[in-house]
């Protein structure tokens, strides 16, 4: 038996959430439900105009992992922070998650400060992220340790963490590790614009290295540049073994060996959409990890999705096996 189930590489981050009504996005001038990168003078100002806010320790690979960690799976993070008040942050609140995090914090002198994302949630629960990267754009090869790596069954690869000037080689590095000792990849698309960003890297990733690939609806349709989802999900499942394609309240598709099956999303009134996908994942791969089948994998991810968005914050509050029991998944 591997040491971890699954092993995350992505943004470290932390979350900094208020609540906004439409006309305070205008205001600012923020774009509705988009992720936008931003520098430190933007995030200065932002956070100097949203009013009271709740600091919690995020980044959405990292949300991925403290979600398998609570369901008691053996998991680790890489991703990098600060020496800093926001470094601390994070890093204990992932620790206390239960999940290994050893990454070689950035000197105290290092230029640029822990990353964090401040997150505008409008009446609808849906989430506006102003992402100021910080110095976790800088997550180097160096931060890879190969050990780790060989010793995942999975590894989850976070498709933000591509903007960085040496990420792309990280995770070279890290897929090199983990295959070569057995494992197997695994990538979430993140954002539309990420997948506009870098398609052509991405889809050489997704033909080469990738297992299971998670997307939403509209990530999976810019990769594939189409306008139809179902075409998306095809072409998708030509390149990749199984494909976790959700679809926001009409639930999630997974489809592997020429087979496709549908979940209904869980009725649930949304309070903040943020972290919903990341906590599918992390309940997908938990649960596969556990050897579950696919449709209860992704049936899982949809319980776990719902709990999310039931409440500020992109860490779980209730006890996810305790729901999945209730639903009849476990």
């Not at 995090?101 to 997150?119: M, V």
């Not at 690869?157 to 070279?172: K, M, Q, T």
Request: proline share 3%; glycine share 10%; charged share 25%.
């Amino acid at each position: 038996m591997k040491k971890f189930q699954v092993v995350g590489i992505g943004n470290a981050m932390v979350d900094v959430i208020a609540h906004a009504e439409e006309e305070a996005l205008a205001r600012l001038g923020i774009e509705k439900g988009i992720m936008q990168l931003i520098d430190m003078p933007r995030a200065i100002e932002l956070y100097g105009n949203i009013g009271p806010a709740e600091e919690v320790s995020g980044g959405s690979a990292a949300n991925t992992i403290a979600g398998v960690a609570r369901l008691g799976g053996r998991t680790a993070y890489v991703g990098k922070v600060k020496d800093d008040q926001l470094g601390a942050i994070f890093t204990h609140d992932l620790r206390a998650q239960g999940a290994v995090y050893e990454t070689p914090f950035a000197a105290k002198t290092a230029e640029q400060e822990t990353g964090r994302c401040i997150i505008l949630v409008t009446p609808d629960g849906e989430r506006s992220m102003n992402t100021y990267l910080g110095v976790t754009e800088f997550l180097a090869p160096s931060d890879i340790d190969e050990r780790q790596m060989a010793e995942a069954e999975w590894i989850y690869l976070e498709g933000y963490r591509f903007d960085g000037p040496e990420s792309h080689e990280a995770f070279a590095k890290a897929i090199a590790a983990c295959k070569s000792a057995g494992g197997r990849v695994s990538l979430t698309l993140s954002d539309p614009f990420c997948v506009e960003r870098h398609r052509d890297a991405f889809r050489r990733m997704i033909r080469e290295d990738v297992d299971l690939l998670f997307a939403n609806r509209a990530e999976l349709m810019s990769m594939y540049q189409t306008d139809d989802f179902a075409t998306a999900m095809a072409a998708a499942s030509a390149e990749v073994d199984i494909v976790a394609a959700t679809e926001s309240e009409k639930g999630a598709h997974v489809l592997w060996d020429g087979q496709h099956r549908h979940v209904p999303a869980i009725p649930t009134k949304i309070v903040d959409a943020t972290g919903a996908g990341d906590l599918f994942a992390g309940a997908f791969l938990w649960s596969l990890t556990e050897g579950h089948d696919l449709e209860a994998c992704t049936r899982m991810g949809c319980i776990a999705a719902s709990e999310i968005i039931s409440h500020v914050g992109a860490r779980p509050e209730a006890d996810l096996r305790a729901l999945f029991q209730a639903h009849g998944a476990l």
